[in-house]
């Protein structure tokens, strides 16, 4: 691992209360990057969250809860005229979640410092957060002073059906988004409901032309794909039988990110078996995640992982 790296994931906050056969069965602090940020702090990695909630009960919980599992808080700003977000995650018998979101913000948001962001360091972002008018100007700010000092930017646009609606009028600002990427991650349903597409290369396209040169185009349980101007390659997911499928696009990114922390893809052309890497670490977190109800890798996977540092030596082909 790089001496002094540093993780940012920046995004919304929530408490996610689950829901089977409409009941509630769970809560759990929730929001893509935060989901993202405690399998990372599980995991041992050095990662900082960027992000705001509420000083109320559900905050504190959210607050206890990132710095019980390593990741740290040293950027969120809590606010005292508002409430921590809620979202009720129903799940359907393939354990898969539809959301309704109740939101009480103030009108400033993410009053903090902006962290100094260094070479090699990872910035992930993305979701509906990313595309928030109150907040946008600055997280943009943030995303662009680190590509510009030289990180490596992650953006999962985690576009959902329920925004379709404002789909006119937030395309542009995903536009930029990907513009600001090194590396996007999206799912089969984010670029069939940006850009009604259902095919790797034709979002790659979409990708390429916006300036980012790399793809990981995640299909659920029907495998993940890689392409970039050089390299494409398709690779099958184990078949499991999921508890929830809730943080398991977040977890895949946490592991990417994890795979890649002594060797990002920062070349104009990375070796075929470090893509294989990224995407074997990605599977490997988000199956984990799919077995609880949790929207993080389990405790033992992450005390596992701390025990054996990633380091890419180990998958270098002979």
Known sequence: MKENLKIFCIG????????????PIAARPGGSMLNSAV???????PVYFISDYAQDHAGDLVHGFLMQNGVSTQYVSRYSDGKTALALAFLDDRQIADYSFYR????????????????????????YYALTVSIRA??????????????????DPNFRSAHLSELNTLKPL????????SLVRGSDED???????????????????????????????????VATQTYNRSYAVPRIKPVSTIGAGDAFNAGIIYAAVSGTPGSANPPGWLWDHLVETGVLFSEDVCQSLDNYISEDLGNRLKISEPWIDEHRPD
């Open 104 to 127: 009480i913000f103030p009108g400033d948001r993410l009053n903090l410092p902006i962290p100094a962001v260094q070479p090699g360091d990872i910035v992930l972002f993305g979701s």
């Open 191 to 225: 670029f069939t409901n940006i850009f009604g597409i259902s095919d790797v290369q034709d979002a790659f396209e979409y990708i390429n032309k916006a300036g980012c040169p790399f793809l990981i185009y995640t299909k659920n349980s029907e495998g993940v794909e």
């Open 138 to 155: 600055k997280l943009t700010g943030f995303i662009r002073n680190a590509k510009e000092n030289g990180a490596f930017i992650i953006y």
């Open 174 to 181: 995903i536009m930029e988004n990907i513009s600001l990427a």
């Open 39 to 45: 399998s990372l702090g599980r995991a041992g990695m």
């Open 12 to 23: 919304e906050t929530v408490l996610d209360i689950i829901f089977r056969d409409n009941q």
